[in-house]
């Protein structure tokens, strides 16, 4: 077995890409077109399956119009399969309803490792802001076939600028979230991106697949 992995899913000339033994999948190759050999790293789509899976709030109320839960033209379910018989890691937004949609166990909030189904996977929720972003964003990992480590585990207090708490108060802000006011806007760039650090993690688990 080679070091090569697979990262699936992932943003076009973002963290993964001109890295050695590391075969990148962005949006225009269509990961869901994967057939191996190689371990994965799985970013799937996460807009359908995380909290505003129905769409943003204003526009719902403007236009009466909703999306369908889950309606990612089968990323996700394809990911899973890849991890399954490849080896390696997925990873989605903490609250993500795909996990009891697909009958993955949901890990605790503070971390550590579980048994997550009876496919042999392990899933584990931990912070990206341990591992170099900018907020907090606890992220579910779920993996087949590789090591478990001990990653800095722990549900870390919500840090709001202080211009956000001097304009609507602290309770206004722990109701719209942490990245309410970090990131936001049209540009979801920083949101999403993936830390170095956080990536280099990501891929030595997968490595590690038998």
């Known amino acids: 077995m080679t070091d090569q992995v697979a990262a699936l899913y992932i943003e076009t000339d973002g963290a993964y890409f001109g890295l050695p033994g590391v075969d990148p999948w962005d949006e ?5 077109s994967y057939t191996g050999p190689h371990r994965v790293v799985a970013h799937p789509p996460c807009q359908r399956w995380g909290k505003f899976w129905a769409g943003q709030p204003l526009w719902i109320a403007r236009t009466g119009e909703r999306k369908k839960k889950g309606d990612d033209g089968g990323c996700f379910a394809s990911a899973l399969d890849s991890v399954r018989r490849f080896g390696g890691v997925l990873e989605h937004p903490w609250g993500s309803h795909a996990w009891p949609h697909f009958g993955i166990t ?3 909030r503070t971390g550590g490792w579980v048994s997550a189904d009876g496919y042999g996977g392990w899933t584990c929720c931990v912070e990206q802001g341990r591992y170099g972003h900018y907020a907090r964003k606890p992220t579910l990992l779920y993996a087949v076939g590789t090591a478990r480590p001990d990653l800095r585990w722990g549900k870390s207090a919500a840090v709001f600028p202080q211009w956000a708490i001097d ?3 602290i309770e206004k802000c722990k109701r719209a979230g942490e990245l309410a006011f970090k990131g936001g806007g049209t540009n979801s760039t920083p949101r999403i991106h993936t830390p170095t650090e956080f990536r ?3 891929l030595s688990i997968a490595r590690s697949a038998a």
Request: hydrophobic share 35%.
């Open 28 to 32: 225009a190759r269509d990961a869901r």
């Open 106 to 108: 949901v890990p605790p």
């Open 167 to 169: 304009r609507y108060g």
């Open 200 to 202: 280099d993690l990501l």
